[in-house]
Nanobody, 121 residues
Framework: QVQLVESGGGLVQAGGSLRLSCAAS????????MGWFRQAPGKEREFVAV????????YYSDSVKGRFTISRDNAKNTVYLQMNSLKPEDTAVYYC??????????????WGQGTQVTVAS
């Protein structure tokens, strides 16, 4: 059974940093793109970042570009999201996803359960 488990969320002051991790089990995703998404209360889930299987191609939403960094360790079947200069508007549940089934920016076969990030002003 494939599982994606996020960790690293929490409460942080504006301007602070957090590092999210997403550990995959049940199969290897070393040849798959992996992404991060988020959903704030009352809003639709939105794309944050994606990293292709080679690790050399990265895409970010405009709202996080320059502040967030996605990376992966294929040996550990894990993807990370380093979040710096956090803002209150970054508050959301963050989800990782693996194996695109359509658009890289929204369609994935596997999703984690999410981890809460709260940024206090």
């Amino acid at each position: 059974q494939v599982q994606l488990v996020e960790s690293g969320g929490g409460l942080v002051q504006a301007g602070g940093s957090l590092r999210l991790s997403c550990a995959a089990s049940g199969r290897s995703f070393r040849s798959s793109a992996m992404g991060w998404f988020r959903q704030a209360p009352g809003k639709e889930r939105e794309f944050v970042a994606v990293i292709l299987w080679t690790g050399g191609t990265l895409y970010y939403s405009d709202s996080v570009k320059g502040r967030f960094t996605i990376s992966r360790d294929n040996a550990k079947n894990t993807v990370y999201l380093q979040m710096n200069s956090l803002k209150p508007e970054d508050t959301a549940v963050y989800y990782c996803a693996a194996q695109p089934s359509g658009s890289l920016y929204k369609d994935y076969a596997y999703w984690g359960q999410g981890t809460q990030v709260t940024v206090a002003s």
